[in-house]
C-alpha cells in the first residue's frame, strides 16, 4: 500500500505566479490535511478536506490559497500570485476516517520555493 | 485556542545515553489526544507515540516513553539508550476532540536533537 504521495517535491515559482500542489492520499483514505511548515518553525494546519467537501479551512490564508479534493484524482493546494513569504514546505496528510485516534499519514511535503 | 509550546530549540545527548524533550500545552478541554512526531532530514514526519488524555498510564513505544502530567499539562518524551538514528526535529502535537476541531493537529515549535557518537 504506497503511502501518501506529494507532487512536485520540489518547486520554484517567481512572484506572481500560481503554485499547485499535489497530494494522492493512501488507498482507501478520503480524508485529506494540509499543512504549512515555515523554516524553523512547526507544521500549521491550513485545511482539512474530505472528497468534494471542504471540511474546515480555518489555517487557509484569506485571499490567494484554495484547496479542493475532488471525487477523482488527487487533492490540490492552489496557491495565486505567490509571494516570497509562501516559500515554505507544504504537507499534506491523510486518514481513513476523522475518528479520534485516526491517524494522519504524512506525505514527504513540497517545498516551495519563491524567488 | 490551544497553544503548543516547545521550550528547547536544541538539545544533544550522547549515544546509548537518555535524554528528555519537554512540552506543555494549553488548554481549557478535559479530553483530548497528544502526539509527539519525528522529522528526519527527509522531512518526513514519522509519528513516534501518542497518549489520550483520558489514560492515566503513560505511553510506550519501545525506547520511547512519555511522562503525561494532566495538571500541569506536560508531555515530556524520553528517549532511552539513544541511537544516531534518532537524530531529528521532534515536534509535539496536540488534537482536540470536540467535533469542531477534532481533525487538525497542533504542533509545537520544535526541538532539534543531536546524537553524539
Redesign the interface.
Known amino acids: 500500500n504506497a503511502g501518501v504521495m506529494q507532487n512536485p517535491r520540489h518547486l520554484v515559482r517567481r512572484r506572481g505566479q500560481e503554485a499547485r500542489l499535489r497530494c494522492s492520499p493512501m488507498k482507501g483514505h478520503s480524508?485529506v490535511?494540509w499543512?504549512r511548515q515555515l523554516p524553523?518553525?512547526?507544521?500549521?494546519?491550513m485545511v482539512?478536506l474530505q472528497k468534494e467537501n471542504i471540511?474546515?479551512e480555518?489555517?487557509m490564508p484569506k485571499e490567494r490559497f484554495s484547496a479542493e479534493f475532488p471525487k477523482e484524482g488527487p487533492s490540490i493546494l492552489r496557491i495565486q500570485q505567490v509571494v516570497r513569504g509562501d516559500s515554505a514546505?507544504y504537507?499534506c496528510?491523510s486518514s481513513p476516517v476523522?475518528e479520534?485516534?485516526s491517524?494522519?499519514y504524512?506525505g514527504?511535503?513540497t517545498?516551495l520555493t519563491v524567488t | 485556542a490551544q497553544t503548543?509550546t516547545?521550550s528547547q530549540p536544541e538539545m544533544s545527548v550522547q549515544e546509548a545515553e537518555t535524554v528528555t524533550l519537554s512540552c506543555t500545552y494549553d488548554t481549557s478541554e478535559s479530553d483530548y489526544?497528544l502526539f509527539w512526531y519525528k522529522q528526519p532530514p527527509?522531512?518526513?514526519?514519522?509519528?513516534v507515540i501518542?497518549q489520550?488524555a483520558y489514560k492515566q498510564q503513560n505511553a510506550t513505544e519501545n525506547r520511547f516513553s512519555v511522562n503525561f502530567q494532566k495538571a500541569a499539562k506536560s508531555f515530556s518524551l524520553k528517549i532511552s539508550d539513544s541511537q544516531l538514528g534518532d537524530a531529528a526535529m521532534y515536534?509535539c502535537a496536540y488534537?482536540s476532540?470536540l467535533i469542531?476541531?477534532?481533525?487538525?493537529?497542533?504542533?509545537?515549535?520544535?526541538t532539534r536533537l543531536t546524537i553524539n557518537p
Not at chain 2, 100 to 110: C, D, H, I, P, R
Open positions: 480524508h490535511y499543512y524553523e518553525e512547526g507544521l500549521k494546519f482539512y471540511i474546515d480555518s489555517g514546505a504537507f496528510a476523522p479520534p485516534l491517524e494522519q504524512f514527504p511535503g517545498r | 503548543v516547545q489526544y527527509s522531512r518526513q514526519m514519522i509519528l501518542r489520550e515536534f488534537r476532540l469542531q476541531g477534532a481533525q487538525k493537529l497542533v504542533f509545537g515549535q520544535g
